[in-house]
């Protein structure tokens, strides 16, 4: 499946329009910490049965939109090892999305490693063998290389597909319910968390 590139106002909210009536919209960011009290969003690339995107939040300033999209009822969100970015989406908008499907979460209840890194995730569901992290990438710089696009979108390209496989096993094993449950928990506890934050840095202690 070809890309699409995200880099103006209205691209992106035509983008999320497209989005909106999908079953399920995977995504992922790349981001630069260092030296920073909050996390500098550099990249969102998403997925769904239908679309492959790059969001330049860089290029674009706002992308509230998408947040807005992520968050709305009617579909599934996919992520892997998603704090980070339910942090940006709760710092944007103050909500997370209504049913968050977090494939290292889930991989841990079908019996696999946790914490299991997504590489591993793919290696071991799909049998697919992903390139080495991009650890060195200073995502903040443009252009982007052909390298780093490949490597951004090989995160989420998969995550359809790695979801349903797991899907199949927690129904086998009884535990679709316990991935729910724990999926509502973990969201709770995140977002008293993020609270937890904000009146923290508001009040300035």
């Given amino acids: 499946m070809s890309h699409i590139k995200i880099t103006t106002d209205k691209k992106l909210v035509d983008f999320c329009e497209s989005i909106r009536t999908c079953p ?5 960011t790349e981001f630069v910490s260092e030296g920073r009290y909050r996390p500098e ?3 969102i690339q ?3 049965d239908k679309h492959l995107a790059i969001i330049d939040p860089i290029e674009i300033g706002d992308v509230t939109p998408f947040w807005e999209t992520i ?3 009617g579909h599934e969100t996919i992520v892997h090892a998603g704090r980070g970015e339910m942090e940006f989406c709760f ?4 909500r997370q999305p209504d049913r968050l499907f977090d494939i290292q979460i889930a991989a841990g209840m079908i019996g696999m490693d946790y914490p299991a890194g997504f590489r591993n995730i793919a290696a071991k569901i799909l049998n697919v063998t992903l390139p080495k992290a991009e650890t060195r990438t200073d995502w903040r710089k443009r252009p982007l290389s052909k390298r780093q696009v490949r ?5 989420v390209r998969y995550l359809g597909d790695i979801v349903e496989s797991i899907k199949k096993k927690l129904k086998r094993l009884g535990r679709t319910k316990w991935l729910w449950e724990e999926m509502q928990s973990w969201q709770s506890d995140l977002a008293e968390s993020l609270l937890a934050e904000q009146w923290f840095r508001v009040s300035g202690n």
């Fill in 24 to 28: 399920w919209i995977a995504f992922d």
């Fill in 41 to 43: 969003l550099c990249l």
């Fill in 46 to 48: 998403v997925a769904t």
């Fill in 71 to 73: 968050a709305a009822p």
């Fill in 91 to 94: 710092d944007a908008i103050g």
């Fill in 151 to 155: 490597y951004a979108l090989d995160d």
